[in-house]
């Protein structure tokens, strides 16, 4: 990624001034900053400057004010003809427009996070179309309430594009019109961005896993009662305009839609009231949604990638959500035992005890997520259910430690094979999910984890007929 020059000043550390040269891309988030410390000796000092700083303000000589935050020193060069060491640091985020005034660090009651390609999948837009088939903008906003704390409001926001208002804008060969989807995030005291950072990205894991894609952020601004334009008497706030980490111009204007219909969208979140049971369970949930989201953010994920990172959500589900006490799993699968006929009763026993004796295997917590209390039934392809959860464990076994004897003794899923079952152990950890944040209806969650995964099954059936033919045709 180039990172260009964006000119040379000051900047302000300790009651200090110190020359430096800045760097930084608005359209892909890389910031650079130089700082260059004149020397009484020959060398520098390697701790003349932190390491590590929380924020640093600056002037360019240009007249641009700017605060960067989360700066972390990469390289420290002593220029000895000039008696000068150049130290470097990486900084996470720059603030447009923040003077060195400031005597701590900026913060900010709102912030506005505009997404890409997300309109569609937020269900509104800025335009309607009227009787006469004609193109109308919507005089109201369009916002969408989606969470509300004590002292946080979580907004949609949809923004658009003015549509023509004299003649003479109409007198082109394209007029073109554009909105955009925001996540609109208020607190009631002002707070650091880093605070509204770490809100987003609770919200950014949800609206991934509902739409089965990462999500790019192109836009940030930021308000804070203390930085206005001063019109006469009067005064107006004014957008901070954000760069850096995770903030990247949208390359593809065009989404290709070919999955809109697995996404679960904005309007049945909100129906569900999950964004609500989300920030209740978030912290808990957390390690979950991080592994089932890494195949997302890695490219071309291997199968077996993807397998353990969805194993080891699955593990982690039940030890939080379930129980992680050997005590306690004794009796609830006990307490299920009673709950089927006489006849069944042993042969669910050993299913879901599983070896569990001091601890609760992974065979046990497969076993009790894929029973699920009897109120769903899932696709787990041409492996017999009871087999299932022990498939399982000994491929998970075999991946990590590639120890051939566990092939030797047990079956172990080949990497072609997980192309489907791991479309199987997702269906079991998304239910489990969907379940947490408020989806409660096990038929239409059913319905709802079949469009988004497929039918295992069905897939596995067509691809060897598909192969059976081809082999008799050569």
């Known amino acids: 990624m180039e990172v260009p020059y964006r000119g040379s000043g000051e900047v302000y550390l300790n009651e200090k001034e110190y020359q430096c040269d800045l760097y930084y891309n608005e359209k892909q988030g890389g ?32 007249g641009f004010k700017f605060t960067l935050l989360r700066l972390n020193r990469i390289k420290m060069e002593d220029l000895l ?18 003077d060195k005034s400031t005597k701590h660090e900026q913060t900010f009651y709102q912030v506005n996070f505009t997404l890409s390609n997300i309109i569609e ?14 193109l109308i903008r919507r005089s109201d906003d369009v916002r969408k309430p989606i969470y509300k704390g004590q002292d946080i409001t979580i907004n949609y926001v949809v ?20 909105q955009n989807g925001i996540i609109e995030i208020f607190l009631e005291k002002e707070a650091n961005l880093e605070k509204f950072i770490q809100i987003f990205e609770s919200i950014k894991k949800l609206i991934e896993i509902a739409s089965i894609r990462k999500i790019n952020v192109e836009k940030v601004s930021a308000y804070s009662h203390e930085i206005v334009y001063s019109l006469g008497d009067k005064t107006i706030e004014r957008s901070i305009e954000v760069y850096g980490k ?71 589900y039940h030890s939080r959500f379930v129980t992680n006490d050997i005590n306690e799993f004794k009796a609830r699968v006990e307490k299920m035992v009673n709950s089927f006929c006489s006849t069944e009763r042993e042969a669910i026993h050993k299913f879901l005890m599983a070896n569990s004796k001091r601890f609760i295997t992974l065979e046990s917590r497969i076993a009790d997520l894929l029973l699920a209390n009897r109120e769903i039934y899932f696709d787990i392809g041409e492996i017999k259910r009871d087999e299932f959860p022990a498939v399982i464990a000994h491929t998970r076994n075999y991946y990590i430690h590639y120890d051939e004897r566990i092939k030797e003794k047990h079956r172990v899923l080949a990497e072609e094979e997980l192309q ?16 947490e944040i408020g989806f409660s209806d096990s038929v239409a969650l059913k319905s709802k984890i079949t469009e988004r995964w497929g039918r295992v099954s069905q897939d596995m ?14």
Request: glycine share 4%.
């Open 121 to 134: 999948w937020g269900e509104e837009s800025v335009y309607t179309v009227g009787e006469h088939c004609e």
């Open 246 to 316: 995770d903030i990247q111009e949208n390359k593809n204007r065009e989404y290709f839609q070919n999955h809109r219909w697995k996404w679960i969208s904005l309007s049945e979140l909100i129906a569900q009231n999950s964004f609500e049971y989300y920030f209740d369970k978030h912290e808990m949930l957390a390690p979950i949604i991080e592994l089932f989201l890494e195949p997302f953010y890695v490219e071309e994920s291997s199968e077996t990638r993807i397998f353990l990172n969805i194993v080891q959500a699955l593990e982690t």
């Open 461 to 474: 059936e067509i691809l060897r007929i598909s192969r059976e033919r081809n082999d008799s045709q050569t």
């Open 31 to 62: 910031i650079i900053l130089k700082i260059r410390v004149k020397n009484k000796k020959a060398l520098g000092s390697f701790l003349q400057v932190p390491l590590e700083l929380l924020y640093l303000c600056g002037q360019l000589e240009n």
């Open 420 to 435: 489907f079952y791991n479309r199987s152990l997702l269906q079991i950890l998304e239910y489990y999910i969907l379940l």
């Open 81 to 98: 003809s000039y008696g000068t060491t150049v130290f470097t640091f990486n900084a996470e985020y720059i603030l447009c427009g923040i």
């Open 159 to 178: 923004y658009g594009s003015m549509l023509p208002v004299v003649n003479h804008q109409l007198l082109k060969e394209h007029i073109d019109l554009e």
